[in-house]
């Protein structure tokens, strides 16, 4: 066949080094933080911000990539329905969200006890190819989800696969994918082994490159399905997309590399472990912050029911949840323009208010004091935190 000639590095083989200490350590690592992310409740509507806030980032990273020029801001307008582009620019927003739709449809697919068998397949990756071309104007010869008969060049570099040889390489692809080179020997293993297998499918269709158009944007929904379908939380099944796009040039540089080297696929999967761990740390730290903000609204509250109920006690904690949201240091003086309803109570009795509502809250630690200036005690939960040395104490 041609491409044993042409495309040599094709080899569908990966052999991991058992004594590569630094790489089992990042799997390890990634292995332990997703269990983290999958088994911390969460509020619905902070889950649910969660879940729109790396779909679109995923959804962008993976059009972002291939050209598409519309922003973060956008795409989550579009997520919502509220996005509106001018005729000229409707090709964009078809592109963005046929990712979309497809994400979400793969997603409902694979939570549904009772669906249909989602195995990686030729017939599977053909309806991501057709997906991503929805409604897109397409090259000359081209069909969506269908192989292509013709050369392609990818950056005016690459070449793909011979066209008369992509039908049998993507069948060898798919029976490789789904061999026992890719099943963990136990469950323990089996997020580090669906993250090399989701990375090395990515870059076997960007090596072959079947189809006459979408390629990139089809190798990262298989790669979102494999991560997906194998345990990853849907926020992080969209991290690696992202890491690609952040950063684009690292991305095409370790593909080349790995091609030129004759298949070495280990420098690709450490860039890409890299890049989903850092995206890993990213989520927890955000959940993080949503905790605590849990567990400092509960504390509030708290201190709020030992007193007696009134109107007063009701526009203090409003106050100490207003400098909360507000999230900086505020000047007293400005405290009755915080928000439109604090305006309209402190209208009706001035800075003697204000005042004596700052000073309750200080006395029960709710806020902080400085030249003049207040926040809200946010702090105080750290308290609750177990204790442990730092790294500066350690150090000393």
């Known amino acids: 066949m041609k491409y044993e000639t042409s495309h040599p590095w094709l080899k569908f083989a990966l052999r991991l080094p058992q004594d590569d200490s630094r790489l089992w350590l990042i799997l390890g690592e990634i292995a332990s933080k997703v269990q983290h992310l999958s088994g911390v409740p969460l509020r619905p509507d902070v889950a649910d911000d969660l879940h729109r806030i790396y779909l679109a980032k995923g959804v962008l990273a993976t059009t972002a990539i291939e050209g598409n020029t519309l922003s973060e801001d956008q795409v989550r307008q579009l997520i919502d329905g509220k996005l509106d582009l001018p005729k000229s620019q409707k090709y ?17 697919q694979l939570l549904d006890p009772n669906g249909a068998d989602r195995s990686l397949c030729m017939d599977l990756i053909r309806d991501y190819n057709r997906g991503v071309l929805k409604g897109l104007e397409l090259p000359e010869g081209t069909v969506a989800g269908e192989i292509r008969t013709h050369s392609v060049v990818v950056g005016h570099v690459y070449r793909g696969a011979p066209a008369e040889d992509c039908g049998y390489l993507m069948d060898r692809l798919c029976t490789w994918l789904n061999s026992s080179d890719f099943v963990p020997p136990d469950e323990e293993l089996r997020i580090p082994f ?49 890491h ?100 309209r109570e402190y209208a009706k009795a001035g800075d003697r208010m204000v005042q004596r509502d700052l000073n309750a809250v200080a006395k029960m630690q709710l806020i902080q004091r400085r030249h003049g200036k207040v926040t809200a005690n946010r702090g105080m939960i750290q308290a609750f935190l177990p204790r442990r040395v730092r790294e500066r104490e350690a150090n000393s």
């Open 92 to 108: 964009l927003q078809q592109e963005v969200q046929n990712i979309v739709d497809l994400c979400n449809d793969e997603a409902r």
């Open 194 to 242: 669906a993250l090399i297998k989701s990375i090395v499918a990515h870059v076997y269709l960007a090596w072959i490159h079947p189809f006459g158009d979408g390629n990139g944007r089809t190798a990262r929904m298989m790669e979102f399905h494999v991560l997906f379908a194998n345990g990853i939380p849907l926020p992080a099944a969209h991290l690696l997309s992202d």
């Open 244 to 343: 690609y796009n952040l950063t684009r040039t690292e991305y095409y540089r370790e593909l080349a590399k790995a091609s030129a080297s004759g298949g070495d696929l280990l420098p690709f999967i450490r860039y890409a472990l890299r890049g989903f761990l850092d995206g890993l740390r990213g989520q927890i730290a955000l959940v993080r912050e949503q905790q605590m903000r849990v567990a400092w609204e509960n504390y509030v509250h708290g201190q709020f029911r030992k007193l007696k109920s009134s109107p007063t006690q009701k526009r203090r904690r409003e106050l100490v949840f207003d400098l909360t949201d507000h999230g900086k240091w505020v000047e007293v003086s400005s405290i009755p323009l915080l928000t439109p309803k604090l305006a």
